[in-house]
């Protein structure tokens, strides 16, 4: 197990709805960053967290947006929620010396999320 | 454009087989990494192997081996004596730098199936 918790496992929300989605990094880790993984795909990056500060954004609406907290856990809010946002989201945390640092991710389980 | 490709979308064999997984990646950068993950069904991406690019040293850790050759820009990665728990999809991923260290980018995945 690599230490990183993610919470709720599983969710269900309807279109339209707000969902926010919750990550404790492994301990000592400063850095966390958001995947969002459609069904048969690989994990497309949303945007990473680098000391409580966004660190990055891949192709995603402003509609996705994060918090990064002093303890270096971090939150996931995604408003407006469509029915292509129903993935799997993943977190990962890694320890960087700086921002966008190139340590190895290591993931925490996912939260599927469906929107109907 | 895909960055990492991943062709082989599944391989079944037989146990005590050896199974070797394909990616192609393509950058522009001279410096990167490139990572293997695997994911079980319960969904956790579980970290197996990093290679930065200065690095075309091939090695061998237990039961896995990769092939990592810049002139093809591939890197290849292979399970020795497969056993049943092996099964799993595989996402090769890169990080290019020095602006996207923290983003990896996956390939498709490779479902490998190990029957008894």
């Known amino acids: 197990e690599t230490g990183v918790t993610q919470s709720p496992t599983h969710l269900i929300k309807t279109r339209g709805q707000q969902v926010t989605l919750r990550c404790s990094s492994q301990s000592g880790h400063n850095t966390v960053s958001w995947y969002q993984q459609a069904l048969g795909q690989g994990p497309q990056f949303i945007f990473q967290?680098?000391?409580?500060?966004?660190?990055g954004r891949g192709n995603f609406p402003p509609r996705f947006s994060g918090l990064q907290f002093p303890n270096y856990s971090s939150e996931l809010n995604v408003n407006a929620l469509e029915l292509d946002d129903s993935a799997l989201y993943l977190c990962a945390s890694s320890l960087a010396r700086l921002a966008g640092g190139k340590e190895t991710q290591y993931f925490g389980p996912g939260t599927r999320l469906l929107v109907l | 454009a895909q960055k990492v490709t991943q062709a082989q979308t599944e391989i079944s064999v037989v146990e005590k087989e050896d199974v070797t997984l394909d990616c192609v990646y393509e950058?522009?950068?001279?410096?990167?990494?490139l990572f293997w993950y695997k994911q079980p069904p319960s969904g956790e991406l579980v970290f197996l192997i990093r290679r930065n690019s200065f690095d075309e040293q091939n090695e061998i850790s237990g039961r896995y081996s990769w092939n990592f050759q810049k002139s093809t820009s591939s890197f290849n990665f292979t399970i020795t004596a497969s056993q049943v728990v092996d099964s799993a999809v595989y996402f090769c991923a890169l990080s290019e730098g020095p602006r996207s260290w923290g983003k990896l980018q996956f390939g498709a995945g490779t479902q490998v199936v190990v029957t008894p």
């Open positions: 967290y680098y000391r409580e500060e966004e660190n």
């Open positions: 950058t522009r950068d001279t410096t990167y990494y």
